[in-house]
């Protein structure tokens, strides 16, 4: 029904000239109104005959009447205009299962907007008034609506809870600071939340920044990726370029031994011929001698016997030479070259499974042994590279300094003068790997392959170039080594070395390795080129072994 009647206000204060609501309404002498325009225009049409006219009594005036705004009219009808004010509350003012209600509403509870600290109540819009009205009011802590004001009471002095115990770590109210908690480290709620509050901005400040570095790690690590790609896709492309390469010239190779195969075929078999049918003619002629022999044998006269005689020249044939020596000289190129493409197809294997990706994580280096464990290779020595007074046993995993010289064949890997060894393998990505060692002194290494092996001078001698890094192991010392520096380590006594080797991060540490590990050194560097774990024992009886990790 309201809404009728709004209906019929609204057509009471409408213009019969424009039937829509009045805009600047102005009321004629005989007391229609209508829009200042609509009336405007009207008058402006009737001016050629004099008169003006009411549109709807259609009294005339004469002269044309001054138009004036009328106020009182014009305020009715912003009035009408207004949304109508509810009676009572919307249905979604009313509390819910779910929200904090007005203590003070009766019936039907309001939400409430806030909730009182110091009255320890919560309030609707209406009740709410006085707090903000009323100078008794001032002082009390408004904060969003919580049901859980109960929680601000003591439990055991029915007191609000305004001061904060720093030795039991909770909050008391004023009579708890004199009797239970008296002696205590306490201090104002509102200090502690302040000092809470420092603490809480602080951490937001670190996880803010972390949050920072980690979108800075995310977007090196996509760049990784792409370059990852871009590598990938490079080397794919290379490769099918060199092995293309490789097959087309070993395809002219074979089609060119073939060729000649077949023309010296053609050109033997052709000579063959040649001797076949000179053999032939040969034959007939000694048949012919033959038969005349066998006539000759049978003359009694010795004399013409001995005059008759021919004189029988030897036919030389040299013995025929077939296409065996060209497969055996085949075969002598195609085992080498198995035996090369053996041995790069397993470095070009263990280089594409060795790709990795660094992962930016301060925590990258492992912090425990099962963590290092993760990265455990097996490491063998290689008997090319040892020491003619080395003797390596247990599967080449241990070196032994001997009296008597082995019998190593000569090979330009091996190193002359000094009792040193280094792994068959070459070492990239995250490596760990222990060495267990015995008597005087051992030094631990990891070196580049091409460190010099004749002589005894810096260029050969790990850690005394810029090649090799390694860790002097005494009895009772440790000693860092590298490009002839050294650095004294303190640590614990043991005869477990573990080293661990992040090639990408270009990261060395040595560990001595009992029932904990405790770093002895680390080493921050670049590392240019695949490394070799290497190994140098002191004297006759010493002894260290790459221990097999589970």
């Not at 009411?54 to 004469?62: S, W």
């Not at 016997?305 to 029988?312: A, E, I, R, V």
Request: charge should be neutral; proline fraction near 4%.
């Amino acid at each position: 029904m309201a809404k009728q009647g709004n209906q019929l206000d609204q057509e009471k204060f409408s213009c019969s000239i424009c039937l829509e609501e009045l805009k600047d309404p102005v009321t004629l002498p005989c007391g229609h109104s209508y829009c200042l325009n609509c009336i405007k225009t009207h008058w402006d049409e009737e001016d050629g005959k004099k008169l003006h006219s009411c549109p709807q009594c259609r009294q005339t005036f004469t002269p044309r009447p001054v138009l004036v705004k009328n106020t009182m009219l014009a305020e009715l009808v912003k009035e009408l205009k207004k949304p109508e004010v509810p009676v009572g509350p919307a249905d979604h003012c009313y509390a819910g299962p779910e929200d904090v209600v007005c203590d003070y509403c009766t019936g039907r509870k309001l939400k409430a907007v806030k909730s009182c600290l110091v009255c320890l109540a919560s309030y609707c819009e209406k009740h709410l008034q006085p707090h903000y009205k009323s100078p008794a009011f001032k002082k009390h802590k408004l904060v969003e609506p919580s049901k859980n004001l109960e929680e601000n009471i003591c439990p055991h002095h029915d007191e609000v809870m305004k001061m904060f115990c720093r030795t039991d770590q909770q909050s008391i109210c004023y009579l708890c600071s004199v009797d239970e908690h008296r002696g205590h480290n306490t201090v104002s709620a509102a200090a502690e939340r302040t000092e809470r509050q420092r603490e809480l901005e602080g951490s937001r400040q670190q996880i803010q920044q972390r949050i920072q570095d980690r979108d800075k790690d995310v977007k090196v690590l996509q760049q990784e990726v792409e370059a990852l790609n871009r590598s990938a896709e490079k080397t794919v492309e290379d490769s099918e370029k060199i092995f293309t390469e490789l097959i087309s010239l070993i395809e002219k190779r074979r089609s060119e031994v073939k060729q000649q195969i077949r023309s010296q075929q053609e050109s033997e078999v052709s000579r063959v011929k040649e001797l076949q049918e000179k053999l032939e003619q040969e034959i007939t002629e000694l048949k012919r001698k033959d038969a005349e022999l066998e006539q000759l044998s049978h003359t009694e006269d010795h004399n013409q016997f001995l005059h008759n005689y021919p004189s029988l020249s030897k036919l030389n044939i040299r013995p025929l030479r077939y296409f065996e020596d060209v497969t055996a000289a085949l075969s002598e190129l195609r085992d080498p070259l198995q035996d090369i493409l053996r041995q790069t197809w397993t470095n070009i294997s263990s280089l594409v499974t060795q790709v990795d990706v660094l992962l930016l994580d301060p925590k990258a280096e492992p912090e425990t042994r099962a963590g290092f464990l993760k990265y455990s290779c097996e490491i063998t020595l290689d008997p090319n590279t040892a020491n003619d007074y080395l003797l390596l046993s247990e599967g080449n995993r241990k070196a032994t300094v001997v009296s008597q010289k082995q019998s190593y064949s000569s090979h330009r890997d091996r190193f002359i003068d000094l009792y040193q060894v280094l792994s068959r393998e070459s070492l990239t990505g995250r490596c760990y790997w222990e060495v267990e060692w015995r008597g005087t002194g051992v030094i631990v290494a990891v070196t580049y392959k091409n460190i010099s092996r004749a002589g005894r001078g810096r260029e050969c001698v790990f850690g005394f170039n810029d090649k090799s890094w390694t860790l002097s192991c005494y009895q009772n010392s440790f000693t860092f080594w590298f490009n002839n520096i050294h650095t004294p380590v303190s640590g614990p006594q043991s005869s477990r070395i573990g080293v661990y080797l992040d090639h990408r991060a270009g990261i060395l540490s040595f560990y001595s390795v009992s029932e904990t590990m405790t770093l002895l050194h680390r080493v921050q560097t670049t590392f240019t080129q695949p490394l070799h774990a290497g190994l140098y024992l002191f004297d006759c009886g010493s002894t260290a072994e790459f221990c097999k990790l589970p």
